[in-house]
């Protein structure tokens, strides 16, 4: 079983200093959330899990290779990563939009696809509810439906490791709900997932470990109920937070804004 690792992992932008000596480490079979403030290195960490970018200190590994000794190919089939705002530029079909995620695997798009890629395509699709407008091009598509098929399209790799950065930001709640339900049957089957929320009550409902980032370092790191009590998260964001319990689960609501 994968896992992957972020070892006394720092990293520079210029002078500052966005990420601060992370250990943190993913199994599968695991949703984690990576929660945190703007400006705490969330979107740092999740490119670094992904081999995008280069530490300035430590390094992340897979199965104890450093990512950046893996060939690109075996990273991208290996390692799934959904962006923040994920934009598509061309009015594709979904479906082959949704076909770009089977390229690490050799997929030529300008021909027909093979059986094998074909019907991955098919799955991600299935996964995401996503049938219905497949055959439709991207442009006519509102938000939500786009932001389906980007997560089919990462889906369609095949990955062992799916790392989405805010793939809920701007959807309306029930695509949000959608999207963190297949995330988390992708855990149930397997795979090891990492995505950032802002919205720490999915947070609480979805994931099953939450690590809290402030000022470039690892606040907490646990279960949902550990590390989103209250006393971590007013510290991180500066913010009073309550708690409500809905259906057994503890749910942080910002509440008072601190001085």
């Not at 929320?197 to 402030?214: E, M, N, T, Y």
């Amino acid at each position: 079983m994968s896992r992957l690792a972020a070892r006394a992992l720092v990293c520079r932008r210029g002078p500052r200093t966005v990420l601060e000596s992370i250990d943190v480490s993913f199994a599968a079979d695991q949703v984690t959330a990576i929660i945190g403030p703007n400006g705490s290195g969330k979107t740092t960490l999740l490119r670094h899990l992904a081999g995008l970018d280069r530490a300035a200190g430590g390094d992340v590994a897979l199965d104890g290779a450093p990512l950046g000794q893996l060939a690109a190919g075996v990273r991208a089939r290996r390692i799934a990563y959904l962006p923040q705002g994920a934009s598509v530029y061309w009015p594709l079909l979904g479906r082959d939009l949704v076909a770009l995620g089977r390229l690490p695997h050799g997929a030529d798009l300008g021909r027909p696809l093979s059986a094998l890629d074909a019907d991955a395509v098919e799955r991600a699709l299935r996964r995401v509810d996503g049938l219905a407008f497949a055959d439709r091009t991207v442009d006519a598509l509102s938000q939500g439906e786009r932001a389906r098929l980007l997560l089919a399209r990462t889906l369609a790799t095949e990955a062992e490791i799916l790392v989405a950065d805010e793939p809920v930001a701007s959807l309306d709640p029930a695509y949000a709900l959608d999207t963190m339900s297949v995330l988390r049957a992708e855990a149930r089957c397997g795979a090891c997932v990492v995505v950032s929320l802002h919205d720490l009550g999915l947070a609480a409902r979805f994931a099953d470990r939450v690590i809290v980032l402030a000022g470039g370092r690892v606040a907490a790191d646990g279960p949902p109920d550990e590390a989103l009590r209250p006393a971590i998260i007013d510290a991180a964001y500066g913010v009073g937070f309550r708690t409500v319990v809905l259906e057994g689960v503890t749910q942080p609501v910002a509440w008072s804004r601190r001085p």
